[in-house]
């Protein structure tokens, strides 16, 4: 769906979860190529520049939840294309972070643009304190009763890690190419926003490793109570198929064609019989109790 906004300087046209047309109109009346379109589409396509004759393309990545199980956290590319007169936003999900930018911040297309990876360097601080919450959430739930969801939500978040690592860590490296391009940041003004924005994107690099660091103390520490949990079990188990050993054999012993004491009086040898399992069983279970493996 095309959204155009006519501002001083140059047009900006937003292009959110575009369909056929859409790519058909980009390649018509704006002229890109195929070869942008297909980038465009492809969802794990990474920060980068690229110029183009008429334009140049900046593919950057964002901070976005997965709306229809709202517990995914993922990246998704959002697509700039540049020239004199205008700037395009394409992405293949709706980006509510291109909402929050002012008029204000719109005054020239450099100025909008290095907004624009303000707001998305924001955007992943923002995130990563939600799923901080969520990893503290899942660590007290843990504490009261070691279960698979919470597991699997803690193993969420570490894949989540890892693909804001690398969307803050490519995006970084496309605000070093645009401070390096000529003229692109070049009054007082964007200077000091693209110094934020590094700043913000340094930030959020800390964020997540010492974030991903905590959440890789935590795992070691429930695998550490797992393993142990599993040992004292195991431990308990060969304990009893110790202690209930001693029947087997008693009553093994007495079902062989022997003569025993007491063997012709069939009460005399049940009391004898019952008597010496009572007296094993319990000695077994005694030290069992005593060592705590029981």
């Given at each position: 769906?095309?959204?155009?906004?006519?501002?001083?300087?140059?047009s900006?046209?937003n292009?959110g979860?575009p369909?056929?047309?859409?790519?058909?109109?980009?390649?018509?009346?704006?002229?890109i190529?195929?070869?942008t379109?297909?980038?465009?589409?492809?969802p794990?396509?990474?920060?980068?520049?690229?110029?183009?004759?008429?334009?140049?393309?900046?593919?950057v990545?964002?901070?976005?939840?997965?709306r229809?199980?709202?517990?995914?956290?993922?990246t998704?590319?959002?697509?700039?294309?540049y020239?004199d007169?205008?700037?395009?936003?394409v992405?293949?999900?709706?980006?509510?972070?291109?909402d929050?930018?002012?008029?204000?911040?719109?005054?020239?297309?450099?100025?909008?643009?290095?907004?624009i990876?303000y707001?998305?360097?924001?955007?992943?601080?923002?995130?990563?304190?939600q799923?901080?919450?969520?990893?503290?959430?899942?660590k007290?739930?843990?504490?009261?009763?070691?279960r698979?969801k919470?597991?699997?939500d803690?193993l969420?978040?570490?894949?989540?890690?890892?693909?804001?690592?690398?969307?803050?860590?490519?995006?970084?490296?496309?605000m070093?190419k645009?401070?390096?391009?000529?003229?692109?940041v070049?009054?007082?003004?964007?200077?000091?926003?693209?110094?934020?924005v590094?700043?913000?994107?340094?930030?959020?690099?800390?964020v997540?490793?010492?974030?991903?660091?905590?959440?890789a103390?935590?795992?070691?520490t429930?695998?550490?109570?797992i393993?142990?949990?599993?040992?004292?079990?195991?431990?308990?188990?060969?304990?009893?198929?110790?202690?209930?050993?001693?029947?087997?054999?008693?009553v093994?012993?007495?079902g062989?064609?022997l003569?025993?004491?007491?063997?012709?009086?069939?009460?005399?040898?049940?009391?004898?019989?019952v008597?010496?399992?009572?007296?094993?069983?319990?000695?077994?279970?005694?030290?069992?109790?005593?060592?705590?493996?029981?």
């Amino acid at each position: 769906m095309f959204d155009m906004e006519k501002l001083k300087t140059f047009s900006w046209i937003n292009i959110g979860n575009p369909d056929h047309e859409d790519f058909e109109k980009l390649q018509s009346e704006y002229k890109i190529d195929e070869d942008t379109i297909s980038n465009i589409l492809d969802p794990d396509e990474q920060s980068r520049i690229e110029h183009e004759d008429d334009y140049k393309v900046i593919i950057v990545r964002f901070p976005i939840i997965n709306r229809e199980t709202d517990t995914v956290w993922h990246t998704e590319p959002l697509s700039i294309i540049y020239s004199d007169k205008r700037v395009i936003t394409v992405c293949r999900k709706r980006c509510d972070i291109l909402d929050k930018i002012k008029p204000i911040e719109k005054s020239s297309k450099e100025t909008f643009i290095i907004n624009i990876m303000y707001y998305i360097a924001e955007s992943y601080l923002r995130f990563l304190k939600q799923l901080n919450k969520k990893v503290f959430d899942s660590k007290k739930a843990l504490q009261e009763k070691i279960r698979k969801k919470e597991i699997m939500d803690l193993l969420e978040v570490e894949n989540s890690y890892t693909l804001y690592m690398a969307g803050l860590k490519g995006n970084l490296s496309v605000m070093d190419k645009l401070e390096k391009m000529r003229g692109f940041v070049k009054d007082e003004e964007n200077q000091d926003l693209s110094e934020d924005v590094r700043i913000e994107l340094n930030q959020a690099i800390e964020v997540v490793t010492s974030y991903t660091k905590m959440l890789a103390s935590i795992k070691e520490t429930f695998e550490s109570v797992i393993n142990m949990d599993s040992n004292m079990y195991i431990n308990r188990l060969t304990m009893w198929n110790i202690i209930l050993i001693a029947p087997t054999i008693v009553v093994g012993y007495y079902g062989m064609n022997l003569n025993l004491p007491f063997g012709n009086s069939k009460n005399a040898a049940f009391i004898i019989f019952v008597m010496i399992m009572l007296l094993l069983v319990g000695y077994g279970v005694f030290a069992a109790v005593r060592r705590k493996n029981i």
